[in-house]
């Protein structure tokens, strides 16, 4: 099975700390969706703000519309997380 390295709280800084520390107070903890992107911080964050974006910007959908489509998704693709 693949390994990507990700990379502890304490090993980051500048961005990377940004993101896991706006993760925290997000969902209480970093998530590994969150960590696995850890490599690239600027991914990380533009992935963070697209995720705000489709699931709390303006939508004709309601958010648990938008749950429920994510989690269907992750489903069907084997997802665990």
Same mark, same amino acid.
């Given at each position: 099975m693949p390994h990507v390295h990700v990379l502890e709280y304490d090993e980051? *800084?500048?961005?990377?700390?940004?993101?896991?520390?706006a993760a925290q107070r997000r969902?209480? +903890?970093i998530w590994n969706i969150v960590s696995i992107q850890s490599?690239?911080?600027?991914?990380m964050r533009? *992935?963070?703000?697209l995720?705000?974006?489709i699931?709390?910007?303006p939508?004709?959908?309601? +958010?648990a519309q938008r749950?429920?489509?994510?989690i269907v998704t992750s489903r069907s693709n084997e997802c665990h997380y």
């Open positions: 980051t *800084s500048g961005v990377a700390r940004r993101e896991y520390d969902a209480g +903890r490599q690239l911080p600027e991914v533009d *992935s963070m703000r995720y705000q974006s699931m709390y910007g939508s004709p959908l309601s +958010r749950e429920m489509i994510a």
